[in-house]
T-cell receptor, first 115, second 111 residues
Framework: DAEITQSPRHKITETGRQVTLACHQT?????MFWYRQDLGHGLRLIHY???????NKGEVSDGYSVSRSNTEDLPLTLESAASSQTSVYFC??????????????FGEGSRLTVL | SQKIEQNSEALNIQEGKTATLTCNYT??????LQWYRQDPGRGPVFLLL?????KEKRKERLKVTFDTTLKQSLFHITASQPADSATYLC??????????FGAGTRLFVKA
């Protein structure tokens, strides 16, 4: 069965370290997204990609970067981790449907703690 | 700015009753609206999609309405069960293939 997997599921790091969260999907979806989820804020869009070599900033992109070298993977990098980036991170993908409306398929999340 | 509001207070209902959750939005004209379910420690799971030209959509015990004049969607679970206890997220398509989410409403169904 197709799926979307995130790793690591849990990570503790120190302020200033570079951290990369992996996301791999086998749906063959063109669209991939990274969200962060914090209490009271819901899911907020960090970066998204509509295909290979395409990346776009979301509403909370400062301090994060992504790259899309193939269809399956969209790694999220925190260049210099800050305590404000302690959160649960979700990767999602969707297909390119005519007329839009593609449902999002989510991974199980990566819980990141920055000390 | 664009905003999605869901009732932040948890909804507690008795098993067998109908649960109704509300999603209001401002400064949007979404082509469609989605509802997701999220269990603790898990990623959201898609439930239903309703388009702007649809007033109502049903799937088994779930019903969604979409009023583009009021800028509101209602999500109903009929004959609710304890297994329906979860957080329910409202989501709007904002152009391209971007989807933005409300903060969710926690539902507790008591046996």
């Amino acid at each position: 069965d197709a799926e979307i997997t995130q790793s690591p599921r849990h990570k503790i790091t120190e302020t200033g370290r570079q951290v990369t969260l992996a996301c791999h999907q086998t749906w063959n979806h063109n669209n991939m997204f990274w969200y962060r989820q914090d209490l009271g804020h819901g899911l907020r869009l960090i970066h998204y990609s509509y295909g290979v070599q395409d990346t776009n900033k979301g509403e909370v992109s400062d301090g994060y970067s992504v790259s899309r070298s193939n269809t399956e993977d969209l790694p999220l990098t925190l260049e210099s981790a800050a305590s404000s980036q302690t959160s649960v991170y979700f990767c999602a993908s969707s297909s390119t449907l005519a007329g839009g409306g593609g449902e999002l398929f989510f991974g199980e999340g990566s819980r990141l703690t920055v000390l | 700015s664009q905003k999605i509001e869901q009732n932040s207070e948890a909804l507690n209902i008795q098993e067998g009753k109908t649960a109704t959750l509300t999603c209001n939005y401002t400064n949007y004209s979404p082509a469609y609206l989605q509802w997701y379910r999220q269990d603790p420690g898990r990623g959201p799971v898609f439930l239903l999609l309703i388009r702007e030209n649809e007033k109502e959509k049903r799937k088994e015990r779930l019903k969604v309405t979409f009023d583009t004049t009021l800028k509101q969607s209602l999500f109903h679970i009929t004959a609710s069960q304890p297994a329906d206890s979860a957080t329910y997220l409202c989501a709007l398509h904002t152009g391209g293939f971007k989807t933005i989410f409300g903060a969710g409403t926690r539902l507790f169904v008591k046996a």
